[in-house]
């Protein structure tokens, strides 16, 4: 055996006890790795079925858990109903007289906002009002000029309106379309939480979005019940808008027309007064006394007709005695015709007797 050989087999003895720790030791760690690895198994199952769940949804969790599927058709229904959205956008400039804005647009950048595009205006915040439908107006780097669609048609609403414009301190969001009504937005919210998010709201109208998914109730419209459950009607606040801004600007102009008939009524009235003081005066100065002289005149005529009617009676009273006279001597005269007829026919019959008698020569 060479010395070099055996050099090796007592290097190879030295070195064994040394790898057989570091074996050991391998083996050890290897053991501790493979029960640290059987710990993760529970927690990694745990993990990969609540995976499962999210991916698939849990229609029976409480409350249900959709699946990513329905999240993402959610989503992409959200994205496309909604449009396209501006944040953070702060109002530079705001004509009080005509509401006219010009509005920053920090991002993005270009903001990719079109000439003549119409806009819906919010405040950013969970209580942010609507601020109104826009019109694009002009066109900078960050900057949109904008004009309102519907301008309010009396002076007291555009007040309020550049009073509410004035007073806004958060930023605004400027939305290409506008929200839409939708029934998952506010069900669930107890009525606290809906009178908060919905101050002003009328109680009656608060009651729809309370009961929105619930049971029905006696008296429910049956086109508002779905599945035994009320379902509120969704409104479309667009044309909602537009209605009111007609009926108020349509008030606006029977107000107007009202003032109208108002002025034309109160000038016939001064002038039917006048007519009537014309009027009055002739009656004072020139009827009155005609109206005396009739008077006059009326008892000339009554005491005339008294006296004629004292004579018509005394005229009458002595034709009713010559009446009666006239028939005392018609009947006296009757009387007598008929006793000069009866002494009359006397005498014929006396002289025809006489003249009847036979001759006997004497």
């Known amino acids: 055996m060479s010395i070099w050989s055996k050099v090796l087999a007592g290097l190879i003895l030295v070195a064994s006890p040394v790898l057989f720790f570091l ?34 949804g849990n229609e029976s969790a409480t409350p249900p858990l959709a ?11 959200l ?25 920053e647009v920090p991002f993005p950048d270009p903001h990719l906002i079109n000439d003549k595009m119409v806009l819906y205006l919010f405040e950013e915040g969970e209580t942010g009002h609507y601020m109104g439908e826009y019109k694009i107006t002009g066109l900078t780097e960050k900057q ?8 309010p048609p009396i002076p007291k609403l555009l007040q309020q309106q550049a009073e509410r414009i004035r007073a806004t301190r958060v930023p605004w969001s400027l939305y290409e379309k506008l929200p839409t009504d939708r029934r998952d937005v506010f069900r669930g919210k107890n009525q606290a939480e809906l009178a908060q998010a919905m101050p002003g709201v009328p109680p009656a109208t608060l009651e729809e979005f309370l009961r929105d998914g619930n049971d029905t109730q ?22 909602h808008f537009h209605e009111l801004n007609g009926q108020i600007a349509e008030l606006r102009d029977q107000i107007a027309a009202a003032k109208t008939d108002k002025t034309i009524a109160e000038k016939l009235q001064a002038d039917t007064e006048k007519e009537v003081q014309i009027r009055q005066t002739h009656i004072d100065q020139t009827l009155k006394s005609e109206l005396a002289e009739a008077k006059e005149e009326l008892a000339i ?18 034709v009713k005695q010559t009446l009666a006279l006239n028939k005392r001597l018609l009947a006296q005269w009757t ?9 009359l026919n006397e005498l ?15």
């Open 23 to 56: 074996a050991m030791r391998t083996l050890a760690s290897n053991r501790a790795w493979r029960e640290a690895a059987k710990s993760y198994d529970a927690p990694l199952e745990r993990l990969r079925k609540e995976a499962g769940q999210f991916e698939e």
């Open 67 to 77: 699946s990513l599927g329905q999240l993402d058709v959610k989503l992409h229904d």
């Open 79 to 103: 994205m496309a109903g909604r449009g396209k959205v501006w944040r953070g956008c702060v109002v530079k400039n705001a004509d009080p007289t005509t509401l006219q804005l010009v509005v």
């Open 144 to 151: 949109v000029s904008l004009a309102p669609t519907m301008p």
């Open 218 to 239: 006696a008296g429910d419209p049956a086109e508002q019940v779905v599945k035994g459950k009320y379902e509120r009607q969704l409104r479309d606040y667009g044309v």
């Open 301 to 318: 005529i009554a005491a005339h007709r008294d006296n004629l009617k004292q004579n018509l009676d005394a005229v009458v009273k002595k």
């Open 335 to 343: 009387e007598m015709q008929l006793g000069a007829a009866r002494r």
């Open 348 to 362: 014929i019959e006396r002289e025809a007797s006489a003249s009847a008698a036979p001759y006997t020569g004497e």
